[in-house]
């Protein structure tokens, strides 16, 4: 992030990479951070406030349908978020919607390169934590 820059967090979980944005990007810079539940929201905000940040907003929504205007976003972060997706493909389109032209898309994310085994595959616990 550079400063003065608008930046997106797609789930944001418990808000570190929008406080480390928001120091990054500077009083200047605008944080939106986007996660599912009220329940998140209101916990990010929390851990928000107790930095002390003020260019960060939390909202509640659904990857998607991110609740930003198209072509707001100078970038886009999803970190550990993308692979919980089942259509990848509406997720980049949306991606590619909120970011400005020349915008830019950050992902940090697991990749398995070997098969997972079908009792694994079956068991939700291990996919949400």
């Known amino acids: 992030m550079l400063p003065g820059e608008k930046v ?3 789930r944001c979980g418990a808000g570190l990479d929008c ?3 928001a120091n990054m990007a500077g009083a200047d810079g605008e944080i939106i ?3 599912m539940t009220q329940e998140i929201v209101d916990k990010v905000q929390r851990n928000v406030a107790a930095t002390g940040v ?3 907003t939390i909202k509640q929504g659904i990857f998607e349908e991110l609740p930003v205007d198209d072509g707001w976003a100078d970038v886009v972060i999803s970190n550990g978020a993308i692979n919980l997706a089942l259509d990848k493909d509406d997720i980049f389109r949306e991606l590619n919607w909120v ?12 990749v398995v390169d070997k098969p997972i085994p ?5 068991n939700i616990d291990l996919w949400t934590g």
């Open 99 to 110: 970011l400005k032209p020349g915008g830019r898309l950050q992902v940090a994310d697991i």
């Open 19 to 21: 406080i480390i944005a």
């Open 33 to 35: 951070g986007v996660d």
């Open 54 to 56: 003020k260019n960060v």
């Open 8 to 10: 997106v967090d797609t």
């Open 118 to 122: 079908a009792g694994a595959r079956r």
